[in-house]
């Protein structure tokens, strides 16, 4: 039998999801009190970055024609 990792499993660990709003993903996490980081652009896709219980990062991206580097302002 294999031992149990000690700590969380994920931390180190990210995981990326194409989606068609990632914006959406940041607007639900925010209105459930999810710590969720502020979007921002990166390779011509928004992307949202939040960690789950177990240290694992969740990225969801969405295409974008914003510039490169811009920050979502609510």
């Given at each position: 039998m294999t031992p149990a990792p000690e700590?969380?499993?994920?931390?180190?660990?990210?995981?990326?999801?194409?989606?068609?709003d990632a914006l959406a993903i940041y607007r639900q996490?925010?209105?459930k009190d999810i710590a969720v980081k502020k979007p921002f652009v990166?390779?011509?896709?928004?992307?949202?970055?939040?960690?789950d219980p177990d240290g694992y990062q969740l990225c969801f991206e969405s295409g974008t024609s914003e510039p490169?580097?811009?920050?979502?302002s609510e």
């Open positions: 700590g969380k499993v994920g931390i180190g660990v990210s995981i990326y999801f194409i989606c068609d996490a925010k209105a990166g390779n011509g896709m928004w992307v949202v970055q939040l960690a490169e580097d811009s920050l979502y």
